[in-house]
Nanobody, 120 residues
Framework: QVHLVESGGGLVQAGGSLTLSCAAS????????MGWYRQGPGKRREWVAD???????KYVDAVKGRFTISRDNAKNTVYLQMNSLLPEDTDVYYC??????????????WGQGTQVTVSS
């Protein structure tokens, strides 16, 4: 398994921005996809965005046009730039590394999560 550590969460007002980082212990090129997920109290963990080794990006409809996922292979780090934040974006955000095409075929390569809270 790869060790993943998220950072960058915090409290922000609606309309504000945050950038999350996910630092990996090894090469992120070892995985077909690096992704971000989020989970609130009493909810299942939901896929938000991922980026393939090819650089192709995909997003859940709720964040399209507002969030941008990116990667720095030299730093073994993945980012999630979140703009125009909404209270509904409040969740714990998790980083994931996977090889499966299936967004929910994640295995056990998860970070510890970072809290994002958006106030209205």
């Amino acid at each position: 398994q790869v060790h993943l550590v998220e950072s960058g969460g915090g409290l922000v007002q609606a309309g504000g921005s945050l950038t999350l980082s996910c630092a990996a212990s090894g090469s992120i090129l070892d995985f077909n996809y690096m992704g971000w997920y989020r989970q609130g109290p009493g909810k299942r963990r939901e896929w938000v965005a991922d980026i393939a080794t090819t650089g192709v990006r995909k997003y859940v409809d709720a964040v399209k046009g507002r969030f941008t996922i990116s990667r720095d292979n030299a730093k073994n780090t993945v980012y999630l730039q979140m703009n125009s934040l909404l209270p509904e974006d409040t969740d714990v955000y998790y980083c994931n590394a996977r090889n499966a095409h299936n967004r929910y075929g994640n295995g056990d390569n998860w970070g510890q999560g970072t809290q994002v809270t958006v106030s209205s």
